[in-house]
């Protein structure tokens, strides 16, 4: 099946500072969604991106799906930023489920 | 307008006790999908509906493990004669269908078996 690898696996940042988290997979994809999985356990929609750029306030991400990456940079991190970030894949034969990576864990420090 | 919701939030159950756990998809997706999170680790697949067809239920671990949506919005995964190693975050996703893929998760059901 296909593998979804992320790195770093953990990250610990002071406030301010920019990063940029990085998501490889082993085939191609209909889809790739990034989440931000909050200490409550929710997951929440950062960004829905097959391919190209996409930017929301201090978050902006890029997938190059020819060379199977995607990007995600989050600038002047804030300490609300902190928890896991996961990627997750969709495989080309249209099986719908969303193969996930084992998240990159954040710890924004004040 | 409203999410994904699940109920409850929370569980816990009794080694060798049955557990129903409810999703309510957000209005008008067609697909729905369940989900197991064990501790630290990312979301894996359980089954996927669309509608109320189930067309993929090859992430079921055991057949203690069912899931049914039959009128196509609300759906059940029901958990028979539960295992310790079935404590785990459920979580519930929703999509809208055809050619928008992108998928929008509950807050999850934490199962706990003692």
């Known amino acids: 099946g296909i593998q979804v690898e992320q790195s770093p696996p953990d990250l610990i940042l002071q406030e301010g500072a920019n990063s940029t988290l990085r998501c490889n997979f082993s085939d191609s994809v209909n889809n790739l969604q990034w989440f931000h999985q909050n200490p409550w356990g929710q997951l929440i929609n950062l960004f829905y991106i097959p391919s190209g750029t996409k930017q929301n306030g201090r978050l902006s991400a890029t997938t190059v799906a020819t060379e199977r990456y995607s990007l995600l940079y989050i600038s002047s991190s804030q300490t609300t930023d902190s928890g896991v970030y996961f990627c997750?894949?969709?495989?080309?034969?249209?099986?719908?489920?969303?193969?996930f990576g084992s998240g990159t864990r954040l710890l924004v420090r004040p | 307008g409203a999410g994904v919701s699940q109920s409850p939030r929370y569980k816990v159950a009794k080694r060798g006790q049955d557990v129903a756990l409810r999703c309510d998809p957000i209005?008008?997706?067609?697909?729905l999908f369940w989900y197991q999170q064990a501790l630290g680790q990312g979301p894996e697949f359980l089954t996927y509906?669309?509608?109320?067809?189930?067309?993929?239920k090859s992430g079921l671990p055991s057949d203690r493990f069912f899931a049914e949506r039959p009128e196509g919005s609300v759906s059940t995964l029901k958990i028979q004669r539960t295992q310790q190693e079935d404590s785990a975050v459920y979580l519930c996703?929703?999509?809208?269908?055809?050619?928008?893929?992108?998928?929008?998760f509950g807050p999850g059901t934490r199962l706990t078996v003692l």
């Open positions: 509906f669309q509608n109320e067809a189930q067309l993929d």
């Open positions: 997750a894949v969709e495989r080309m034969d249209s099986s719908y489920k969303l193969i």
């Open positions: 996703a929703s999509r809208p269908g055809g050619s928008y893929n992108e998928q929008f």
């Open positions: 209005s008008g997706h067609v697909s």
